[in-house]
């Protein structure tokens, strides 16, 4: 045997055969398999090849006659695996994988021959598929896998295919041959012990990273819908049937988002499948708009499989009768996060629709499944954030998603002091991080992504009653006080430099509540601007300027109302007054903007709003006379040139806030404030008579 070349094992293969097929064929098989196998370690490859041809030829022959292939098929997967598994220890040379790609093409393609040429599968045919196909797979190529396992597929299929035709034919088979039976079970189980524990591996990956090769998905699909004819009590970890599998592959969070769409639009194309499943899961429909929405987060469409699957889930009759039938029938050609899209909204048009009808109970079951259908979302969320190879586009996939979600869905997922709310975590991830740990900062790519869609994500939270809840009023704060500064108020086309977000937030439309909104947020933003950008006791802001030219970009934007506008002044004048009375560096900027603000009150405060205007200067006059006379008095010099009447009308309150001082020092009269007070008057006089003139 050493000594043959090719062509002389050719010849003595075809020699046992003949003579097998002339005399006992099952005891000249054996003595061929067991001189095959003394043929020395270095035989070459060719050589190899035509020894294994031969093998599998003597297997068809056998179960062609109707014999039994169990001790026959074991050494022929022994030599096989013999020859193309690594050694512990020993690295693989040049001569082994030439061997190994030599072999392994023939043993599969001899395997399927042996599948396809069964009748049944009742001559043990699953000693070939032996528990070391595992470890055949863990030492193989991307290329071998994918071979291995698109081979046991198709083993799979067959046995699928003829077990169905049995139950068929009125289950003759399965019910009184106990043999035949027994076989198709050791068939499964050979598959399970062979490729579940790879596969199960095979299908983790990080969230952000390369998602595993679809082989792996389809072989998912194979070996679920396998169980669900022959389940097992196996366990490769997850146990081998068709839940167990279903549940693993199909909804784990453990698993590739990638591989869970592939998955579950394979398995629930089978109506058997999807009869069986919803028969075993009494929360299917739950389970699988949980998996559906963490594919959505974390795949970036275009994806075909994304928006068929997403078709399937949205005509789910669960959810469209939770959504009062507000959700419309999806389009085919949609990518999957138009769909995430409809949905949210069609949950907040239920949600308004339930709140109008005073139907407190059904508000309260749409608030808890949404956080249900939301249970897995939140983590794949901070798993592309917090992956380090997450793409640009996979960023502004999630922000996408979650801006859309918090502008729909976010009275859904906050109550006020109930712990485990979704909304905080979510924007602790998305919108916050870099505010609550200094030390990490967003990456540029998420902080562009954010740029876009925090608009959304604060026309979600203006929703609430902001400033009666401690929690979501220091957030927004911190969300403004933060982003003001970090984007430019420039705009350039060269550059691809938006709108500021936070100025993008005031268009938010017409009607009522948007009104509401708009006035909400802007009161919002001047607190902060004026506690945290406007210098107070001559101490300088590094982004004063920027913030001066904010609230001059809100007032142009927002075009007030008189009570808009009223409130704009009583909120800022104050504060101004105080950083021109301190002698800013940047009194000339802040100067401009008082000059445009009293302009402008002139023309649009009514009389009740020009009494609380005094009444701010009033106030102020009181809280700084005492340490700074003359810069009052210069200050109010200023503020008659643009608005005579306005100091004119504050000017009996002024008198009082000198008689005060003057008490207070206990000196009598004061010369100098006497005298600033005639010069005031006289000053508001010409400014009067200037004005009544032009």
């Known amino acids: 045997?050493?000594?043959?070349?090719?062509?002389?094992?050719?010849?003595?293969?075809?020699?046992?055969?003949?003579?097998?097929?002339?005399?006992?064929?099952?005891?000249?098989?054996?003595?061929?398999?067991?001189?095959f196998e003394m043929l020395a370690a270095g035989t070459s490859p060719s050589k190899l090849s035509v020894v294994m041809r031969g093998m599998f030829a003597s297997l068809l022959a056998l179960q062609a006659n109707g014999i039994d292939l169990?001790?026959?098929?074991?050494?022929?997967?022994?030599?096989?695996?013999?020859?193309?598994?690594?050694?512990?220890?020993?690295?693989?040379?040049?001569?082994?994988?030439?061997?190994?790609?030599?072999?392994?093409?023939?043993?599969?393609?001899?395997?399927?021959?042996?599948?396809?040429?069964?009748?049944?599968?009742?001559?043990?045919?699953?000693?070939?598929?032996?528990?070391?196909?595992?470890?055949?797979?863990?030492?193989?190529?991307?290329?071998?896998?994918?071979?291995?396992?698109?081979?046991?597929?198709?083993v799979i299929e067959r046995v699928r295919m003829l077990h169905r035709r049995s139950l068929s034919q009125g289950a003759v088979l399965m019910l009184h041959d106990a043999e035949l039976k027994e076989q198709r079970i050791r068939l499964s189980v050979a598959v399970y012990s062979g490729i579940l524990q790879f596969v199960h591996r095979a299908v983790v990956a990080p969230i952000a990273g390369p998602p595993p090769q679809p082989y792996n998905a389809d072989a998912a699909v194979a070996v679920t819908l396998l169980a669900l004819d022959l389940p097992s009590n196996l366990s490769m970890p997850v146990r081998a049937n068709f839940t167990s599998l279903f549940e693993y592959f199909?909804?784990?969070?453990?698993?590739?988002?990638?591989?869970?769409?592939?998955?579950?639009?394979?398995?629930?194309?089978?109506?058997?499948?999807?009869?069986e499943l919803t028969r075993r899961i009494p929360n299917l429909e739950t389970r699988l708009v949980q998996s559906w929405l963490r594919c959505c987060v974390a795949i970036v469409p275009p994806c075909d499989q994304m928006t068929r699957l997403s078709g399937m889930v949205l005509e789910l009759k669960e959810l469209n009768q939770l959504l009062l039938g507000t959700l419309t029938r999806p389009d085919g050609g949609e990518s999957h996060d138009v769909f995430v899209t409809r949905l949210f909204t069609s949950v907040a048009e239920a949600s308004d629709i339930l709140s109008d009808v005073g139907d407190t109970a059904g508000t309260t079951r749409l608030q808890q499944t949404l956080a249900l259908y939301l249970q897995d979302f939140v983590v794949t969320v901070a798993g592309v954030l917090k992956s380090s190879s997450a793409t640009s586009a996979a960023l502004q996939n999630v922000y996408t998603i979650c801006g859309q979600l918090f502008k729909h869905c976010s009275t859904l997922l906050y109550t006020k002091g109930l712990s485990g709310c979704l909304l905080p975590q979510l924007l602790d991830c998305l919108v916050v991080p870099s505010v609550v740990h200094a030390k990490k900062p967003l990456s540029q790519a998420q902080l562009m992504a954010l740029k876009h869609h925090l608009p959304q994500f604060l026309d979600g939270l203006l929703s609430f009653r902001i400033r009666l809840d401690p929690y979501l009023l220091r957030r927004v704060k911190d969300i403004i006080t933060h982003y003001l500064s970090l984007f430019s108020l420039t705009q350039s086309a060269i550059y691809n430099t938006g709108p500021h977000p936070l100025l993008v937030v005031l268009d938010t439309g017409a009607?009522?509540?948007?009104?509401?909104?708009?006035?909400?947020?802007?009161?919002?933003?001047?607190?902060?601007?004026?506690?945290?950008?406007?210098?107070?006791?001559?101490?300088?802001?590094?982004?004063?300027?920027?913030?001066?030219?904010?609230?001059?970009?809100?007032?142009?934007?927002?075009?007030?109302?008189?009570?808009?506008?009223s409130?704009?002044?009583?909120?800022?004048?104050?504060?101004?007054?105080?950083?021109?009375?301190?002698?800013?560096?940047?009194?000339?900027?802040?100067?401009?903007?008082?000059?445009?603000?009293?302009?402008?009150?002139?023309?649009?405060?009514?009389?009740?709003?020009?009494?609380?205007?005094?009444?701010?200067?009033?106030?102020?006059?009181?809280?700084?006379?005492?340490?700074?006379?003359?810069?009052?008095?210069?200050?109010l010099h200023d503020v008659a040139t643009l608005h005579p009447r306005l100091v004119a009308d504050a000017m009996s309150k002024v008198t009082v806030a000198a008689q005060d001082v003057e008490r207070k020092r206990g000196g009598g009269s004061d010369a100098a404030i006497r005298k600033n007070l005639s010069d005031l008057l006289s000053h508001i006089e010409k400014c009067r008579s200037a004005i009544g003139k032009m």
């Open 1 to 35: 045997m050493q000594e043959l070349t090719e062509m002389g094992l050719q010849n003595c293969s075809l020699l046992f055969l003949v003579l097998a097929l002339s005399v006992e064929l099952e005891e000249v098989v054996k003595k061929e398999l067991t001189l």
């Open 70 to 154: 169990a001790p026959s098929g074991q050494q022929v997967a022994r030599w096989f695996f013999a020859h193309c598994l690594e050694k512990a220890g020993k690295s693989s040379d040049s001569s082994f994988l030439q061997q190994k790609a030599a072999l392994l093409p023939l043993f599969l393609e001899g395997v399927a021959d042996v599948f396809d040429a069964s009748p049944d599968l009742g001559k043990s045919e699953h000693v070939l598929l032996a528990p070391e196909f595992g470890q055949l797979l863990e030492q193989s190529s991307p290329s071998e896998q994918a071979a291995i396992l698109r081979t046991l597929q198709d």
């Open 250 to 275: 199909g909804c784990s969070t453990q698993v590739h988002p990638r591989v869970s769409c592939r998955f579950l639009c394979l398995v629930l194309s089978e109506s058997d499948a999807l009869e």
């Open 511 to 565: 009607g009522s509540r948007a009104s509401q909104k708009r006035e909400l947020y802007v009161s919002l933003l001047l607190d902060c601007i004026c506690d945290n950008f406007i210098p107070k006791k001559g101490v300088a802001h590094a982004h004063f300027g920027q913030g001066i030219r904010f609230i001059q970009e809100v007032v142009k934007r927002v075009k007030p109302t008189q009570n808009e506008y």
């Open 567 to 635: 409130s704009i002044i009583k909120a800022l004048l104050p504060a101004l007054f105080e950083n021109l009375l301190n002698s800013s560096t940047d009194a000339k900027l802040c100067r401009e903007l008082v000059t445009q603000i009293l302009r402008d009150s002139k023309d649009k405060l009514g009389a009740g709003e020009h009494e609380s205007l005094v009444e701010a200067l009033s106030s102020f006059v009181g809280r700084n006379l005492a340490w700074s006379t003359s810069g009052v008095f210069r200050l």
